[in-house]
């Protein structure tokens, strides 16, 4: 279970990230969060897919590195081998929490940076330092802060995207059935993708409304991401292949 903190110079004032990626700080992910404000990045390098968030029922968009639970084809003991990383899993260890404030009589929420104190990434020995040695802020804690900022309004865009999608019923369902060169199979269910003949279909206004919101030219990146799942059967043969 997380043990969220919030950032103090107090209380972390010795405490460092690692910032290493391997499967021992989480990073064997088969999928995580992405927003249309990074598709232009994400799907250069992976799959694009939607599914719903349990706890919500609502679309969210995610990038794909596997085809199984704990399964990420882009990590091994090098790292991660992309140039492009998404957000939601470089912001780990840390989270945005939310404090109520009083300024003249008016309460308010305020957005705050937490950090999660169990997490196998924080470490008082090695790693990227929070504070400097005689106070104030890293330069990796104000990069991480704003990045924190990126990652909850696009969230918050992401949203109001898959919203837009699934209102004008763009979204289908998609088993992907996988046989690889050994013969074995795999088949991937409960992830949506985007219809390319309703996409096609849509009205002069709905493509102009698309436009507008600036969502047409992620739904096109999302949709030509799909040509990254060759890119991902190939090194899943290549992983199988070394196994065997």
């Not at 949203?159 to 991937?188: H, R, S, V, W, Y």
């Not at 279909?201 to 992620?218: G, N, V």
Request: glycine share 6%; hydrophobic share 40%.
């Amino acid at each position: 279970m997380a043990n969220h903190a919030l950032v103090s110079p107090v209380a972390h004032k010795d405490v460092k990230i690692i910032t290493d990626r391997s499967a021992k700080y989480g990073d064997n992910l088969w999928y995580a969060l992405t927003f249309p404000r990074e598709f232009r990045s994400v799907q250069a390098h992976y799959p694009i897919f939607f599914n719903k968030n349990p706890s919500t029922g609502k679309f969210i968009s995610v990038a794909l590195f596997g085809f199984k639970e704990h399964e990420n084809l882009f990590l091994d003991d090098n790292g991660w081998n992309a140039d492009y990383i998404p957000t939601s899993v470089l912001r780990s260890p840390f989270l945005i929490g939310k404090q109520k404030t009083t300024e003249n009589g008016v309460e308010e929420e305020q957005r705050m940076l937490t950090l999660d104190m169990d997490n196998p990434r924080v470490s008082n020995i090695e790693g990227e330092a929070l504070f400097l040695p005689f106070g104030g802020h890293s330069d990796f804690l104000d990069k991480t802060s704003s990045m924190m900022e990126a990652l909850h309004l696009g969230a918050i865009d992401g949203q109001a995207f898959t919203q837009k999608l699934e209102d004008l019923e763009l979204l289908e369902p998609c088993t992907l059935d996988i046989t690889l060169d050994n013969g074995l199979k795999n088949q991937m269910i409960g992830f949506y993708v985007i219809n390319e003949d309703k996409v096609d279909a849509l009205t002069i206004e709905q493509i102009q409304d698309l436009r507008e919101s600036k969502y047409l030219q992620a739904i096109y990146m999302a949709i030509a991401s799909q040509s990254n799942i060759r890119s991902l059967v190939t090194k899943k043969n290549a992983l199988v292949a070394a196994q065997d």
